[in-house]
């Protein structure tokens, strides 16, 4: 039994996670490759390895004949007759090859070529295990700043935080642990190129499944998420059991589950509201924490008008205009708010909360 070698496979099979048969077929191509560069050809040359013992053979495959034009095809018949006395014209006879006889560049060639495998295996291996976290999120240890980028380290690979994948204001610290949102796993020569972002609006929502069962386990459904990294999220969620309040589960008890998220973010706010069907209701939802007297949405045309009350308008609007803003990316219209006084005289209110104000005006 070839017990080094056996020993040998059995450990990078357990250290790099590359398949003992995979290194057995390295194995074989070498050795063939060497008597490619000790012979001048090979191909008549058969190598035979035991998966068990991992003891290996090397032999010629060369042809009987008569008078021979090519020894390393060819065997006479009287060379052939002195290894079998049965061997006829025509016949394949095998020649065993004893590898200690290869020279020193076709050692050497053998060796690299077993080498070169391992490498291709390796990253082969590590491409395998990111591209299944493809579109999920990844714990990283922060390691430097590259100029402006992050350079985090995932485990088995590396990944560079972009600065446009940076949420504005953070700053990393070495060995600090940080999650990340995985958007592309590219396949390079130098290894699986790993693209990752703080600023995917998926992050919220991938973290939000890690944080919260119902979520996970789909009772809960994030139907649709928009953020401004670092400052706002707005999430709409639905659930699929009327026993479950999808906001109280998102929040959690004393807004456990959520804060957890918020921290994990930095302090970003967080509005969770309630996803529903009729789009009038959704973008009042939307608008939330503001109050809304109405809303006329138009589904073809994706726009609504929304009318709040006056001292509603700027909460409706936010800061800098950012409520209106991820409320219209999260619903998918086009919302044009106006305030109550406004309404009241362009005559865009509801006809019956139009006489309820007009009799307010006159007793006034």
């Known amino acids: ?58 032999f010629a495959e060369k042809t009987v004949v008569e008078e021979v034009e090519d020894d390393v095809l060819e065997i006479s018949l009287a060379n052939a007759k002195m290894i079998d006395a049965k061997f006829e014209l025509g016949d394949i006879v095998q020649i065993p090859i004893e590898s200690k006889s290869f020279g020193r560049i076709a050692t050497q ?37 590259v100029g402006r980028n992050v350079s985090i380290n995932l485990g088995k690979a590396d990944a560079m935080l972009t600065e446009n994948e940076q949420v504005k204001g953070e700053v990393f610290k070495p060995t600090e642990r940080i999650k990340l949102y995985v958007v592309e796993v590219k396949n390079t020569t130098k290894g699986p190129k790993i693209l990752v972002s703080r600023t995917h609006p998926e992050l919220v929502k991938r973290l939000f499944e890690s944080e919260v069962a119902e979520v996970k386990d789909g009772t809960v459904e994030i139907k649709s998420i928009s953020r401004e990294a670092g400052s706002r999220s707005k999430i709409a969620v639905w659930s699929n059991d009327p026993d479950v309040d999808p906001v109280g589960a998102c929040v959690g008890m004393n807004g456990a589950r959520v804060n957890a998220i918020v921290n994990e973010l930095r302090g970003e706010k967080i509005d969770i509201i309630n996803w529903s069907e009729n789009p ?35 909460l409706a609007i936010g800061k800098e205009g950012q409520n209106a803003r991820l409320a219209a990316r999260l619903t998918g219209y086009k919302i044009d708010i106006k305030n109550e ?18 009799e307010d005006m006159t007793e006034e």
């Open 341 to 358: 006084t406004q309404a009241i005289e362009t005559g865009e209110l509801p006809e019956d909360y139009m006489e309820a104000a007009m």
């Open 1 to 58: 039994m070839n017990t080094e070698l056996l020993e040998a496979l059995t450990i990078l099979e357990q250290e790099k996670d590359i398949s003992k048969e995979t290194l057995l077929d390295a194995i074989e191509n070498s050795l063939i490759n060497a008597c490619k560069n000790h012979f001048g050809k090979a191909d008549n040359i058969k190598v035979v390895i035991d998966r068990t013992t991992c003891d290996y053979s090397v």
């Open 109 to 145: 060639n053998a060796k690299n070529l077993i080498l070169q495998k391992i490498r291709e295996e390796e990253r082969k291996v590590v491409y395998d295990q990111y591209f299944e976290k493809e579109k999920d999120i990844v714990t990283g240890i922060v390691q430097r700043y």
């Open 280 to 314: 009038a209701i959704l973008i009042e939802n939307a608008l939330s924490p503001a109050k809304v007297i109405s809303v006329a949405a138009d589904p073809d045309e994706k726009t609504a008008s929304v009318i709040v009350p006056d001292y509603q308008l700027s």
